[in-house]
């Protein structure tokens, strides 16, 4: 075997440096496809509707509307947020119950139908009646004892569902 020259050096050199920067090409091309696709998150709140409208809130804070303007329906407000580039379809929208209910409420007049065509970072929210979820947890809770945990529950036309944290509620009294 003989030594090796400098061409044969330079040569190596040369595809050593092309093998870097086409994996580094690569990573940056996986990187650029994983930000086109859609990236979806959700989140529930809770709220009154009326007039058209939703007033929301965070889970836990208990406001006094008491009929004021008109806004008196309360409600469960599933927030979806597209946070990439690439669109998507809601194919439903629903509070989950940890006992394994799913409250939904196809084709409301307030806030946006499944299925729902969701845009690159854009958002839409479906609204739930608090009542029937209430009614829900109440049937729930006489069987694990008041406590439940609730989160919004959205399934995307692909199949892929994703769900908010979830947060404690108390329904009724157990039994």
């Given at each position: 075997m003989t030594e090796p020259t400098s061409l044969d050096v330079v040569t190596l050199v040369i595809a050593i440096v092309g093998l870097v920067l086409s994996v580094v090409g690569l990573a940056l091309r996986y990187a650029d496809y994983r930000r086109t696709g859609s990236r979806v998150k959700v989140d529930l709140k809770r709220g009154f509707a009326g007039h058209g409208g939703v007033v929301t809130y965070e889970i836990g804070i208990t406001p006094h509307w008491d009929g004021q303007?008109?806004?008196?329906?309360?409600?469960?407000?599933?927030?979806?947020?597209?946070?990439?580039?690439?669109?998507?379809?809601?194919?439903?929208?629903?509070?989950?119950?940890?006992?394994?209910?799913?409250?939904?409420?196809?084709?409301?007049?307030?806030?946006?139908?499944?299925?729902?065509?969701?845009?690159?970072?854009?958002?839409?929210?479906?609204?739930?009646?608090?009542g029937l979820v209430e009614r829900a947890g109440e049937v729930l809770a006489k069987s694990e004892g008041g406590?439940?945990?609730?989160?919004?529950?959205?399934?995307?036309?692909?199949?892929?569902?994703?769900?908010?944290?979830?947060?404690?509620?108390?329904f009724g009294t157990a039994a």
């Open positions: 303007f008109g806004i008196e329906l309360p409600v469960y407000v599933v927030e979806v947020r597209n946070l990439g580039h690439g669109a998507t379809t809601v194919a439903s929208a629903s509070v989950k119950l940890s006992g394994g209910a799913q409250v939904t409420q196809p084709g409301g007049t307030i806030g946006a139908s499944p299925p729902h065509r969701l845009e690159g970072e854009s958002a839409a929210t479906f609204v739930i009646d608090a406590a439940s945990e609730l989160c919004a529950m959205v399934t995307l036309s692909t199949g892929r569902v994703i769900t908010s944290k979830p947060v404690k509620v108390r």
